[in-house]
């Protein structure tokens, strides 16, 4: 198991010390991998992202079971400032920029990491990936637009350089052009910069699309798992969240109401 | 649905009146009785007029205290203008009572009800506001207040101060502080009664609901401008007529003891005492007063016996030190104050021999 | 007309200085969002130790003035850690009586040491520094403090433009949950700004005490007039805190001149009533920015 880098072993998270959101969460992410957790809304893959990056502590979660091991150290519960030195930086669901800093104010605290470091190359690299960021540069993060805030933010979090790149539903409220345009960097950022890159999406065909490997969530437990061209090939992905019928056509609104198909793990 | 007593393994509730009763069993009930009745009948008494004197002021003190805790624990708005609201009481009482010749019984309530009045002055400006800009606009009442109180020399006799008649009831003249115990203990026994009752109708769950986050409090369609106002209404009613009763008990008021220090000795209670909890005010008081006593008896000795110059050990200092740090200590180490100390005693008594 | 000339310089010294103690008040507002109502204390503590130092232990001046700033650094440091740091997470209320209590205790142990007393520095700097301007001298102490003011305020205007540090504390403020997922280290800026605002505090406790003489609790009375200030400037600006501070202290010393010095010592919290009443986020308070 030597590719592995990220590995989840059977995880409960229970918030509040009374509601359990993650039942026995078990994955395993290899180097230089895409993987996508794909399921409603819900279903705890934002929890699980927590987990992995210490931010459940904050919002009073814990990891009550199970272990996560990175790069052969267990690092279930500890503070976000000691995981984000290792390597694993999460980009918030819904883009949370600091709104009264610069564009390249936002960019520069995504150096926290690695603290008192030159940093200019790093601005260039996050440039070259993101062009459309140079124009705007020294305007406030509060004045721009969705696209450009979403591209903020992953800038922001590449700046640390991270080993694993925790990336909350992108695609949260984009036109599908620009969907498409963030998720082509995505991909380059993955095959260019050797991230291992976990990804959450609703967006479920673009996100199997890029991804290496897929992992389904329901109700805070892993239903399905597999590479991600099976997962898209899989008759129950396609149906539920595809949106596509059995025979692999799209599905018209008229055939919405009448369920044919159960969901065959429940 | 009446239970006796606890029963060892906890008590569940099935009714919502359950869960809404002031007394969880009978025992309870019946050991309050008692001990209202042996607080008037044995303590005035067996007390010395000095002690009586300190039980008359942990009396006072209580009703102002269970005054704020109804803003800062139950509305989660702190107040750092009770000391003055506390002299507005006073000096209502005094001059509703010297130019209007209002008698006592009526004095004492028209006091709070004009203390509610201009506490409200100070709640409008911070009501439409998030936050705890209540804070800022009591602290600026504190200020303001002082300032009136001193120089509406017209109306107030400013540092001359105003002596108030002997107050009468029902006849008699209360001249003892025995007298004047029972007046100070039935009216704490009433406003704790009114006070546990608020919150217990919709108008006290509206100030739960607002502490706890008004945001949702206001989604759930609670106008929180109002509740707010209200609640800082009614805390400062407390205040008032706890400052009208001190009128009436010192005979003589001037304006130096409504200080911001005041004002910082009911948070103290409040905070000793247990935020949340009314009875815990009454505790935080009893705590404060017998500090305050306690610190002036240490201090004396220390001066008698001349190991200190009077000038080196003066009182105030040592006693502001002393109420910060209990503040502070209570905040770090039992934010939920002297309440919880006692629950968690008489839990374990319950369960004895059993606790852990 | 020399008068009102002497009042408005009197004013706008007064207000500066009020303006550089708000400052520190707002630096920690804005990273923690806790009103500490400890700050008079803490601008009273640097006043009482640079008088330590220099007439107590008879350190040369200048050398006493960077260690003060230095203690003062180091305090805040020690009491972000001590009694700040267990509460994070705990609701606000908490905290903010906490720094009641700490101001009680703080301003207890002050009085203390040094009594009730107005106390004087030796005379620091030559009388014949003074300006004179037309009819109207200005004090060497004005000019000393507007210059020692400007630096620092051009200091800290270039530490949280440019430096790192300085970034990672107004991304603190502006978006606690986002900092911390790039890790940024939350506690540290709390507890820098801690320390940073007591050494602002401290630096105008030793300036208001060459104006005015020292005093425990008139400092500590500062410590509270911070609060229309800032009511004024907007809770969060920097840049409002130093205009309402002029503002105040304008107000104060018109209103001492011309009508009564008792009543200019509650004028700055009557205007923060009507502040409050009318324009409830301050001249400069920031407009929120919200993209829903």
């Known amino acids: 198991m030597e590719k592995t880098l990220l590995q989840l072993n059977n995880i409960s998270v229970v918030y509040s010390d009374v509601i359990q959101v993650l039942k026995g969460v078990s994955l395993a992410v290899e180097k230089n991998h895409i993987v996508s957790l794909i399921g409603s809304n819900g279903a705890g893959k934002t929890t699980t992202l927590k987990a992995i990056s210490g931010l459940l502590k904050p919002e009073n979660g814990k990891v009550t079971d199970g272990t996560i091991i990175y790069e052969a150290r267990t690092v279930q519960n500890q503070s976000p400032e000691t995981i984000t030195r290792l390597g694993i930086i999460q980009v918030l669901e819904g883009r949370q920029p600091f709104k009264y800093l610069t564009i390249e104010e936002n960019l520069r605290v995504g150096t926290a990491t690695k603290w008192g470091e030159p940093y200019k190359k790093d601005l260039d690299i996050v440039y070259h990936y993101f062009p459309a960021l140079i124009p705007r540069r020294k305007s406030l993060a509060g004045y721009c637009s969705g696209g450009e805030l979403q591209m903020l933010v992953m800038g922001r979090a590449l700046m640390a350089h991270p080993k694993l790149l925790l990336l909350d539903e992108p695609s949260l409220g984009l036109a599908p052009l620009v969907v498409k345009e963030i998720f082509r960097i995505i991909k380059r950022i993955n095959e260019e910069q050797g991230s291992t890159i976990i990804l959450v999406e609703q967006n479920a065909r673009m996100a199997l699309q890029i991804a290496h490997y897929g992992y389904v969530m329901e109700n805070g437990k892993i239903v399905m798992e597999g590479r991600a061209t099976e997962l898209a090939a899989n008759p129950d992905i396609k149906e539920f969240y595809l949106g596509m019928g059995v025979s692999g056509d799209m599905k018209s609104y008229k055939d919405v109401k009448s369920y044919k198909r159960r969901k065959r793990w429940l | 649905m009446r239970k006796l007593k606890f029963h060892p393994s906890g008590n569940f509730n099935e009714y919502y009146a359950q869960e809404l009763t002031i007394f969880e069993t009978d025992f309870g009930r019946v050991s309050l009785i008692v001990g209202l009745m042996a607080l008037f009948a044995i303590v005035p008494l067996v007390l010395s007029p000095y002690m009586l004197y300190i039980v008359n002021m942990i009396g006072i003190a209580s009703i102002a205290a269970i005054g704020l805790n109804i803003l800062i624990g139950y509305t989660g708005q702190i107040s750092l203008g009770h000391g003055a609201f506390f002299g507005v009481g006073a000096y209502a009482a005094a001059i509703l009572a010297t130019s209007l010749g209002m008698p006592f019984i009526v004095a004492v309530p028209a006091a709070g009800v004009i203390t509610a009045l201009v506490g409200m002055i100070f709640g409008i400006p911070s009501g439409r506001l998030k936050g705890l800009y209540l804070t800022i606009a009591t602290l600026a009442g504190q200020f303001i207040i002082e300032y009136v109180l001193v120089h509406w020399e017209s109306l107030t006799k400013g540092t001359m101060g105003i002596n108030l008649p002997a107050a009468t009831l029902f006849g008699l003249e209360l001249f003892s502080d025995r007298s004047f115990f029972f007046v100070i203990f039935i009216s704490l026994v009433i406003m704790v009664l009114m006070a546990v009752n608020l919150m217990r109708t919709k108008y006290g769950r509206a100030f739960i609901a607002i502490r706890d986050n008004d945001r949702a409090a206001e989604g759930m369609g609670i106008p929180i401008f109002r509740y707010k106002l209200l609640a800082f209404a009614i805390s400062s009613f407390y205040a008032g007529c706890a400052g009208g009763l001190w009128a009436f008990y010192m005979r003589s008021i001037t304006t130096e003891p409504f200080n911001l220090n005041l004002s910082i000795e009911y948070i103290a209670m409040v905070i000793i005492g247990g935020m949340g909890n009314i009875a815990g005010s009454i505790f935080g008081a009893v705590f404060i007063t017998f500090l305050n006593e306690g610190l002036r008896w240490g201090t004396d000795i220390l001066i008698n016996l001349g190991t200190f110059s009077s000038a080196a050990l003066t009182m105030a200092p040592l006693r502001e030190f002393v109420f910060g740090l209990a503040i502070v200590l209570f905040i770090l180490f039992e934010p939920r104050g002297l309440a919880e100390v006692w629950r968690i005693v008489r839990s374990s008594f319950r369960l004895w021999p059993f606790s852990y | ?292």
């Open chain 3, 1 to 292: 007309m020399d008068f009102f000339l002497q009042l408005l310089i009197n004013g706008l010294c007064l207000g500066f200085l009020y303006g550089l103690s708000a400052m520190g008040f707002v630096m920690i507002f804005k990273s923690s969002s806790v009103l500490n109502f400890a700050h008079g204390e803490l601008i009273a503590l640097g006043a009482f130790l640079f008088l330590a130092l220099v007439t107590w232990a008879g350190i040369p001046i200048p050398i006493s003035f960077l260690l003060t700033l230095a203690v003062c650094f180091c305090f805040g440091f020690i009491v972000e850690r001590f009694f700040l740091r267990p509460l994070i997470g705990e609701p606000l209320i908490f905290v903010i009586m906490l720094t009641v209590g700490l101001a009680s205790m703080f301003k207890g142990l002050m009085l203390l040491i040094w009594g009730g007393n107005l106390h004087t520095y030796p005379d620091i700097l030559p009388a014949s520094l003074a300006i004179q301007l037309g009819p109207v001298t200005i004090p060497p102490v004005y000019i000393a403090s507007l210059v020692i003011g400007l630096i620092f305020l051009s200091l800290f205007g270039l530490f949280f433009k440019y430096s790192s540090q300085g970034i990672y504390m107004r991304s603190v403020a502006d978006n606690q949950r986002a900092a911390l997922s790039l890790g940024v280290h939350v506690k540290r800026v709390f507890a820098l700004s801690w320390a940073i605002a007591s050494l602002v505090a401290g630096m105008s406790g030793i300036v208001l005490g060459i104006i005015n003489g020292i005093n425990v609790h008139n400092l500590s009375g500062i410590g509270l007039k911070v609060f229309p200030v800032v009511i004024l400037g907007g809770l969060d600006s920097i840049g409002g805190a130093i205009i309402g501070g002029l503002i105040i202290g304008l107000l104060e010393s018109f209103t001492g001149g011309y009508i009564s010095t008792s009543l200019s010592e509650v004028v700055p919290f009557i205007v923060l009533v009507f502040i409050l009443l009318i324009k409830p986020y301050g001249l400069f308070g920031l407009v929120e920015i919200e993209r829903v």
